[in-house]
């Protein structure tokens, strides 16, 4: 059967490196493998309390390559990225609401709601059984399918009030 890109390679990559990257102490923040121009790059986003540094990637990465090469997931010749996912980081899955719960977020939706809006900003209460997010700003509360938004991602202050 042919390897296939896209989400089947990150699930299969994700299951590969999850052991490797919690047994040094880390979250594994996402896997995503796509093409810029006429490269592909596989991305593997981590995470930890407190502030992350080059070296954690770097020892990340070496631990991962062997895994990869022997392992032979990617039929393609791609580049292995290690980093963080940043101070913008998009929330991608349900257990990125759990964990940001509290946080400043933004969302852009996909298309206008009700009220002819895309983009709010506020604090996350998090993600509901039926796929619902909340976000608090001030005296307002906004909920909306987590499938209309086109992303939700933290953010700073300027973000939230600029």
């Known amino acids: 059967m042919a390897k296939q890109s896209g989400g089947n390679t990150a699930q299969r990559v994700e299951a590969l490196v999850r052991p490797t990257v919690e047994g040094m102490g880390l979250r594994l923040w996402d896997v995503v493998f796509e093409k810029e121009g006429p490269d592909w790059y596989l991305r ?5 309390d407190g ?25 393609q010749s791609y580049y292995l990225e290690v980093g963080s996912p940043g101070l913008g980081r998009k929330l ?5 609401y759990e964990q940001l719960k509290g946080q400043k977020c933004a969302a852009h939706l996909i298309r206008s709601d009700e ?16 796929g619902n997010v909340t976000l608090t700003d001030g005296e307002e ?14 953010c700073d202050d300027e973000d939230l009030f600029g």
């Open 141 to 154: 509360t906004y909920a909306f399918p987590v499938k209309s938004a086109g992303y939700v991602k933290l």
């Open 51 to 75: 502030t992350m540094d080059t070296d954690t990637c770097a020892d990340v990465s070496h631990a991962l390559d062997p895994i990869l090469d022997e392992a032979d997931p990617i039929d």
């Open 92 to 96: 991608t899955r349900p257990e990125h």
């Open 115 to 130: 009220q002819g809006r895309r983009d709010y900003a506020g604090i996350l209460q998090g993600l509901d059984a039926d």
């Open 44 to 48: 593997v986003l981590i995470d930890k």
